[in-house]
Nanobody, 119 residues
Framework: QVQVVESGGGLVQPGGSLRLSCAAS????????MGWYRQAPGKERELVAT???????NYAESAKGRFTLSRDNAKNTVYLQMNSLKPEDTAVYYC?????????????WGKGTLVTVSS
């Protein structure tokens, strides 16, 4: 079975830093795209950043210049380095691992890790 395991969430002060990790395993196909989404109370889930197996990244406008997403393809692991955190970054962060082909796609999600930026 495919598993997506996240770690690194916690409480941090505004201006602080945090690093989230996500490891995906169990697929016979390559995870073409991996990344992070977040959901704050009362809001819909939104993109934070994604990265392809080739290393191409896509960031939400709010994350540009502050967050950095990297990938270790050999380990099917991604890392989200978050700097200069703001209270509005507070949310549950979900890792996504996706398999994409010409005529189908599969998405796998982690259970989420809470990031709280306060004080």
């Amino acid at each position: 079975q495919v598993q997506v395991v996240e770690s690194g969430g916690g409480l941090v002060q505004p201006g602080g830093s945090l690093r989230l990790s996500c490891a995906a395993s169990g697929s016979i196909f390559r995870f073409n795209v991996m990344g992070w989404y977040r959901q704050a109370p009362g809001k819909e889930r939104e993109l934070v950043a994604t990265i392809t197996s080739g290393g191409s990244t896509n960031y939400a406008e709010s994350a540009k210049g502050r967050f950095t997403l990297s990938r270790d393809n050999a380990k099917n692991t991604v890392y989200l380095q978050m700097n200069s955190l703001k209270p509005e970054d507070t949310a549950v962060y979900y890792c996504n691992a996706a398999v994409r082909d010409w005529d189908y796609g599969l998405d796998y999600w982690g259970k989420g890790t809470l990031v709280t930026v306060s004080s």
